[in-house]
């Protein structure tokens, strides 16, 4: 039986349809997963802030992570699916896994800590045009004038949105952030990487097994660095909201939003599916206006209008040459 949360629509989530060639234009399963994984990001923003006040920002990745990947290796057979791969392509799945998880994580979390957040978001915008000059020139992608325009707009529209903050943006690349902003578009490319590299795996397997085996390979070093402050740590003044971040951090934004994007890769393409990234900003900014009471002034929700219509143009003028 499938978990509760598979639809008969979405059942087959796992399974890549080789024979749909042309190019998805109108609201499909794949849309609707993807703003749910954004959803479940954007919320996530909110959460790490209360578990993070409580621990350690090493253990927290690493326990979270563990979760997501013991969730993932158990939803395969129930699913009805094995992690069984061809030799060859196993290297290939190692490298995603380091890229996606172990190398990505760490930039972040390092790089975070070195540099401004404003810096962090507007250079982590530009994923989908990473994404999409990767993909142009080596000939999986196809990106029209009007895709550029959208990537260009929903850039632009986060851009707002840091400008548009009440507190006083400070954005200075270089300088004293310089190790920051760099760890920053390291995991932009490592991310950006991984949706592009995991197309070609896509292709051949279900992206459940993709997802979880990639997971569970890139989890390892991250829970090896835990383990230090994991010792230290003094779980019995761990809050019940804490405790209940992480696990959402794990389950959701994590596990089943790791799942909802590479299915989105495998049915939209990388660069349609990583515009869905620039959606985070604006909804993370709903999200803390509502839980933490942030300000919300109308130059950012002019800027979220901007991305969200930037990433309809681009969804809609870019297209998969490997479904074509």
């Not at 690493?62 to 061809?86: E, I």
């Not at 850039?155 to 006083?168: D, K, T, Y």
């Not at 660095?225 to 909201?241: D, G, K, N, Q, V």
């Not at 009471?293 to 309809?312: D, F, R």
Request: hydrophobic content about 50%.
């Amino acid at each position: 039986m499938c978990p509760a949360w598979v639809t008969p629509a979405t059942a087959n989530l796992g399974r890549v349809d080789l024979v749909d060639a042309a190019p998805r234009k109108n609201f499909t399963w794949a849309d609707g997963l993807l703003l749910l994984t954004i959803l479940f990001w954007s919320i996530n923003f909110s959460l790490v802030k209360f578990a993070l006040a409580e621990l350690p920002p090493l253990a927290f990745n690493g326990l979270r992570m563990a979760l997501a990947a013991g969730l993932m290796l158990a939803l395969v057979p129930t699913m009805g699916y094995s992690l069984k791969f061809q030799r060859h392509h196993l290297g290939r799945l190692v490298i995603l896994g380091l890229l996606g998880n172990t190398s990505y994580q760490l930039c972040f979390i390092f790089g975070i800590a070195r540099t401004s957040a404003d810096n962090a978001a507007l250079i982590l915008a530009t994923v989908p045009a990473w994404v999409a000059l990767i993909g142009t020139l080596t000939g999986t992608e196809k990106v029209t004038l009007g895709g550029w325009l959208g990537v260009a707009l929903s850039l632009a529209g986060i851009s707002l949105i840091i400008w548009g903050g009440s507190h006083q943006t400070q954005l200075h690349f270089g300088g004293t952030t310089w190790a920051g902003d760099a760890l920053i578009l390291g995991a932009t490319l490592c991310w950006s990487l991984y949706t592009l590299i995991s197309r070609r795996m896509l292709n051949s397997y279900p992206s459940i097994t993709v997802t979880s085996f990639t997971t569970a390979i890139g989890v390892i070093p991250l829970i090896l660095l835990s383990i230090p402050p994991l010792a230290h740590l003094e779980w019995r003044t761990i809050s019940l909201t804490a405790w209940s971040s992480l696990i959402f951090s794990g389950v959701f934004s994590i596990a089943l939003a790791y799942f909802f994007w590479n299915y989105g890769v495998s049915r939209l393409g990388s660069t349609r599916t990583s515009l869905y990234s620039n959606l985070t900003p604006p909804l993370a900014l709903l999200t803390a206006w509502l839980l933490l009471g942030e300000t919300l002034t109308l130059l950012q929700i002019v800027g979220g209008l901007l991305a969200l219509g930037g990433v309809a143009l681009a969804r809609r003028y870019t297209y998969d040459v490997t479904k074509s």
